[in-house]
């Protein structure tokens, strides 16, 4: 760990001297949490609160406070900030907002402090327009998620990154998936020789072994596969994850989440077991946007829009 540097030999605070550093491409992202009512949500998706849009007033917001973070934390420089990018994830099982900031620029220092301020203005934002009908938001987990460039090098918090634990398929539908050793994703078609791959957009499915722990805790002897998953993972909640967002298992395959869980139309076995099934509420279905091999122990990284 680096010592704080905005002390000098003497214990005065100080501005840290950059001009000797050499201009390099940053980026950091940052996320926050804003937590609201069910009839809150509803309101804001609705765009019913009376006083706009509150996303967008947010998303302004936090862009206004990229601009204004010299002023609000004394030690930070004055920066020619050369792009910021604001997100709003929903997700409506939680009733949570999630914020999502990513803040660029080509210098000499980096922009964590901007990242994070524009998520912190952004959720107070949002509190501020919704407090007429819900004085109970809360706001949380605010955190850097990750930063590239600069001397310290590059930083990805540990919640997006995991690991395949196991590889399932079967060669027909409507029975159980069987673990196997390794396999291969196919370019827009799948994990090859399972019976759900295709031309459609829930080519491959993924489900966590946390949440099948949960399941066996209940008393239930599984095997891999038993909820029709492709890959199990571990070290990723995966159902808090958007559609849209790309996963790049090991060196080069590349999927895009297009569904979070799915509509169960005939109740399985284990649902009639313990009146509970994982696979519609915590499991995820992507397409593949660049096939490779597979096997359990290959990395993920959860890809963010830098």
């Known amino acids: 760990m680096g010592r704080l540097s905005h002390f000098d030999e003497e214990g005065r605070s100080r501005m840290v001297d950059v001009g000797d550093k050499s201009a390099s491409k940053r980026v950091a992202i940052a996320k926050g949490e804003v ?10 998706k609705d765009q019913k609160i009376e006083k706009g849009n509150v996303l967008e007033v947010a998303r302004v917001a936090g862009i206004m406070g990229v601009k204004r973070t010299p002023d609000l934390i004394p030690m930070c420089h004055p920066l020619l900030v050369s792009g910021i990018d604001l997100r709003f994830n929903l997700r ?27 998520v912190s203005i952004a959720a107070l934002t949002i509190y501020d327009m919704c407090k007429a009908v819900d004085k109970g938001i809360e706001i949380g987990e605010i955190k850097l998620l990750k930063k590239s460039g600069g001397k310290s090098g590059d930083y990805l918090a540990q919640e997006l990154q995991g690991e395949v634990v196991a590889l399932c398929k079967s060669e027909e539908k409507g029975v ?39 399941m066996k805790s209940k008393g239930l002897e599984l095997e891999m596969g038993a909820f029709g998953e492709n890959i199990v993972t571990k070290g ?10 790309k996963l790049l298992l090991g060196e080069g395959v590349l999927l895009e ?43 993920i990284e959860v890809m963010l829009n830098d």
């Open 236 to 245: 990723l909640n995966l159902s808090n994850l958007p559609v849209g967002t």
């Open 257 to 299: 989440v297009t569904q979070i869980g799915k509509e169960c139309h005939d109740r399985c076995k284990i649902y009639y077991q313990v009146g509970d099934c994982i696979m519609p509420k915590r499991g995820i279905f992507a397409k593949v946007l660049k096939g490779g091999p597979i096997a359990a122990g290959v990395k």
């Open 35 to 44: 937590k609201v009512g069910q009839e809150t949500l509803r309101l804001i």
């Open 176 to 214: 159980a998936k069987e673990e196997v050793s390794e396999g291969y994703l196919k370019e827009n078609h799948g994990l090859e020789g399972d019976a759900h791959a295709g031309d459609w957009h829930r080519q491959v499915s993924l489900l966590g072994e946390e949440d099948i722990d949960i």
């Open 92 to 118: 409506e099982r939680d009733l949570v907002i999630e914020i999502l900031a990513t803040v660029k620029i080509s210098g000499k220092t980096g922009v964590e402090m901007e990242a994070l301020t524009a």
